[in-house]
């Protein structure tokens, strides 16, 4: 398992953008998936983004066309780019990564969509 942190919420207006970084404490490239959920107050947490491991990615349909994630494996960094944000993004986003030895989870950084 790794140590993850989130870092680039904040309080963006309807269809600005933020940039998401999960930095992981150790090396990624070995790990099944890495992925991006949200939990909005008064909702369940789920998944926005996911990558897999030979690549390919898996959006939620409330996302796609709008967010893309990526990874840096020299960094040790997984991102989440989010353009056309709307008020319905609100959320904590948190990381996750998933490897042999189970799952890990960042703290989660909060997104505010807000005129």
């Known amino acids: 398992q790794v140590q993850l942190v989130e870092s680039g919420g904040g309080l963006v207006q309807p269809g600005g953008s933020l940039r998401l970084s999960c930095a992981a404490s150790g090396s990624i490239t070995g790990m099944y998936s890495m992925g991006w959920y949200r939990q909005a107050p008064g909702k369940q947490r789920e998944l926005v983004a996911l990558?897999?491991?030979?690549?390919?990615?898996n959006y939620a349909d409330s996302v796609k066309g709008r967010f893309t994630i990526s990874r840096d494996n020299a960094k040790n960094t997984v991102y989440l780019q989010m353009n056309s944000l709307k008020p319905e993004d609100t959320a904590v986003y948190s990381c996750?990564?998933?490897?042999?030895?189970?799952?890990?989870w960042g703290r989660g950084t909060q997104v505010t969509v807000s005129p």
């Open positions: 990558l897999l491991s030979g690549g390919r990615t």
């Open positions: 996750n990564a998933r490897g042999w030895a189970g799952d890990s």
